[in-house]
Structures are given as C-alpha cells and as structure tokens.
T-cell receptor, first 115, second 113 residues
Framework: AQTVTQSQPEMSVQEAETVTLSCTYD???????LFWYKQPPSRQMILVIR??????QNATENRFSVNFQKAAKSFSLKISDSQLGDTAMYFC????????????FGQGTRLTINP | DVKVTQSSRYLVKRTGEKVFLECVQD?????MFWYRQDPGLGLRLIYF???????EKGDIPEGYSVSREKKERFSLILESASTNQTSMYLC????????????FGSGTQLSVL
C-alpha cells in the first residue's frame, strides 16, 4: 500500500517570501502521479500542480513549482512571492498509474501567509 | 466549470440515526469518490464508483455504504451513525482517463451527538 507523509503540520511566513512544503511517499510502483491540492477556508479543494513520475523535469505553474526526487521519494512544493490568498491547507497526494484512479493523501500542512 | 454539489454544508444527527449525504456533479464524470477529512489524518477514501451501480471499497468503508443509481449522483449512507463518524465529508468526481484531476465539493461537516 502507498503512504504519503507531510511532516510539517503548520507553517507561517510573511507575504512575498518563498516557502517550501515537504512531502515524502512510499511505493513500490515505478509509474505514478503526484499532486498538490490546496484547501482554502472555503473548503473547496483545488489542484495546484501535478507531476508524472516518469518525467524528470519538475512541474511548474506560475509561482508554484515542485522539487521531485524520485530516488528519495520526495515531492516538495515551493511557493514563490507568497500572497495572502495562498493561506490554506495543502495536501500532497499520490495516484498509481494503473488500476483505480484514486488518490492517497498526506496529513496536510496548514500554511499561513502574514501581511 | 465542473460543479460538484454536496447537499448540506453542516449537519447534526443523533447516534443511531440513518444519515444520507448526497453529492451531484454536472459534467458527466465517470468516477465519483467519498472521502472523510480529519485533523492530522488528511483525507481518507471511504468508497468510490467508476460507473453507475458500480462501487468499490476504499480504505475505511466500515460503517458506510454508498449508492449510485444515476451517473451524476453518488450518495453516502451511514447506516447507524456513531460519534466516531463526526467528521468532514468530501465528495469528488473525475473523468475516466488516467490521472485526471479530481473536482471536489465544498464538504459536509457532520456532527453526531
């Protein structure tokens, strides 16, 4: 079974700073997908970024980028120039390449951006 | 935009009651999911469905059942609610392709007293 671990329950930074959220996972699969989802106070989960394990290039979406280290089974999220609207719970998630398309989530990191 | 609608934002029920949580999606998605979210535990999969009348157990199905009679609707049923089922319940849907992103509802915060 796959497991996803987020070791930082809470983080807090000042607006405009860069912050990195950590995520590690355990799997015996060779092909899989990794995701970061954001849950703002509205509770609506939103996809932030997606990484395909067979791609060596790290995914980037505007101010959001990942550092994917396949051998270390690490998948961290970097938020540059943080904004107040980035305040949210962030969840790292894993999905196998084959079979049922279900996500396995980490415990979440509560990120607060201070003005 | 895809919309996933959960019937209630907050719900309070008594121990032993039968509880129905409803979820409707409007984009003809094949897959639908029910997760529960608890502090420190993240989201855990209860049940999912990849087609009408099809269902599969997730990681924590005990005490729950589901129904999918129509493609757009996926219901979660607590047969006899217990206090340890107090939680946030999130419904999601996705297309049938590989690694399609999930679209989530806004959640139902259920309190069982």
């Amino acid at each position: 079974a796959q497991t996803v671990t987020q070791s930082q329950p809470e983080m807090s930074v000042q607006e405009a700073e860069t912050v990195t959220l950590s995520c590690t996972y355990d799997t015996s699969e060779s092909n899989y997908y990794l995701f970061w989802y954001k849950q703002p106070p509205s509770r609506q989960m939103i996809l932030v970024i997606r990484q395909e394990a067979y791609k060596q290039q790290n995914a980037t979406e505007n101010r959001f980028s990942v550092n994917f280290q396949k051998a270390a089974k690490s998948f961290s999220l970097k938020i540059s120039d943080s904004q107040l609207g980035d305040t949210a719970m962030y969840f790292c998630a894993f999905m196998k390449d084959q079979g049922a398309q279900k996500l396995v989530f980490g415990q979440g990191t509560r990120l607060t951006i201070n003005p | 935009d895809v919309k996933v609608t959960q019937s209630s934002r907050y719900l309070v029920k008594r121990t032993g009651e039968k509880v129905f949580l409803e979820c409707v999606q409007d984009m003809d998605h094949e897959n639908m999911f029910w997760y529960r979210q608890d502090p420190g535990l993240g989201l855990r999969l209860i049940y999912f469905s990849y087609d009408v009348k099809m269902k599969e157990k997730g990681d924590i199905p005990e005490g729950y059942s589901v129904s999918r009679e129509k493609k757009e609707r996926f219901s979660l049923i607590l047969e006899s609610a217990s206090t340890n089922q107090t939680s946030m319940y999130l419904c999601a849907s996705s297309l049938g392709g590989v690694a399609e992103k999930l679209f989530f509802g806004s959640g139902t915060q259920l309190s069982v007293l």
